[in-house]
């Protein structure tokens, strides 16, 4: 799964946990993690966004 943090650009649309969060944000591929109230935090995406063949 993928893992990022605070700044860095998203390599894969999906819900992402906060390391040591309940909480659950959805990011988007292409665009930076934004900031956080606690400074750099690093997520671990927890379910990848599914897409229908068109």
């Known amino acids: ?8 650009v998203v390599p ?22 934004p900031p956080t109230a606690n400074g750099t935090t690093k997520f671990v995406m927890v379910d990848p966004t599914k897409h229908k063949n068109r």
């Open 1 to 8: 799964m993928a893992r990022v943090k605070t700044g860095q």
């Open 12 to 33: 894969q649309s999906g819900q992402y946990r906060p390391v040591g969060s309940r909480t659950e944000v959805t990011l988007v591929q292409g665009k930076r993690v």
